[in-house]
């Protein structure tokens, strides 16, 4: 009995120092402290239920510094094809006061000049890039022949005067949902300054965040500068978050199936621990015959 215990000591002794000793290199690769980051909200799923390889309430999240990876817009890695969480471009983590964003990097852009009763946008990432448009009010049409008015596309600038003031600049079937997401840029550089260069940001679910994080009440106005980055996702760890919500009593957060997940994977990995104390169990008692046989 004795001997069981020292051995069952030993390999939670092992397990525990490999498991500190993989958080520190998590720790060093990420650069960011702490290296992982908890989901609490469902504005990046893509369904009611939780799905590996998407954010979902629930999910805990490796992230990196921001300064250590390029960001790629949701233009542009529609561009290239580069996708993360089930989607094109990449995940940012921003801070405002008392809380933290988790939404996609949509589209960057700079106010590079206002004057009077006109402002300029330099959108370089429009280039080679077809789902947008510009209308003149705030319904979608497909062809409202306002883009031709003001978009230079030789210089990537996107010009609007007083006479183009309820113009809205659109990104067209966006995402797994194919949403439509508008902005006015003509308010939005009232409150931006000149040489401003900032991201849109929007969450992934296509029910419940249908608009972008400046037009929603969650960015009002504001464009996220890079200043305003905290870490960049780069890893999904599926459910292991949820116990972080149960302990803070928002459980009726997490989907149905997180928490099942959950628990098959705590029992997984007690049986896991088990099957080594056996193991060791075994091969000690096989050592230990051989050595008897000998003497």
């Not at 801070?95 to 006109?118: C, D, F, V």
């Not at 949902?177 to 550089?189: G, H, K, Q, S, T």
């Amino acid at each position: 009995m004795e001997k069981e215990t020292r051995n069952l000591i030993i390999v939670f002794a092992v397990v525990a120092v490999l498991l500190l000793g993989g958080y520190l290199g998590v720790k060093a690769y990420s650069g960011v402290s702490p290296p992982f980051t908890v989901i609490n909200s469902g504005s990046m799923m893509h369904s009611s239920d939780s799905k590996i390889g998407i954010i979902d309430t629930g999910d805990m999240l490796l992230v990196k510094d921001p300064d250590s990876k390029d960001i790629t817009t949701y233009v542009e890695g529609s561009k290239s094809g580069y996708r993360s969480f089930g989607e094109y471009g990449d995940v940012i983590v921003y801070k405002k006061p008392n809380q933290n964003i988790i939404h996609r990097a949509m589209i960057e852009l700079e106010l590079k000049s206002k004057s009077g009763t006109t402002c300029v946008w330099h959108i370089p990432s429009l280039d080679g890039f077809d789902k947008w448009t510009v209308t003149d009010s705030s319904i979608y049409t497909e062809e409202s022949g306002c883009k031709a008015a003001c978009w230079n596309a030789e210089t990537c600038e996107l010009t609007l005067d007083s006479t183009k003031s309820g113009w809205y600049f659109w990104l067209t079937d966006v995402g797994y949902a194919d949403v439509n997401v508008p902005i006015c840029l003509y308010d939005l550089a009232k409150y931006t300054e000149t040489g401003t260069v900032g991201y849109l940001t929007k969450g992934d679910n296509g029910s419940t965040n249908t608009r972008f994080d400046q037009t929603s009440g969650i960015m009002p106005n504001t464009l996220v500068q890079k200043d305003m980055i905290k870490s960049v996702a780069v890893f999904e760890i599926p459910w292991l978050g949820a116990l972080k919500l149960y302990l803070n009593g928002n459980g009726s957060k997490v989907p149905s199936n997180t928490t099942v997940n959950l628990i098959i994977s705590i029992i997984v990995l007690v049986a896991a621990v088990v099957l080594i104390n056996v193991l060791t169990n075994v091969v000690s008692r096989k050592l230990a015959e051989k050595r008897s046989g000998k003497e």
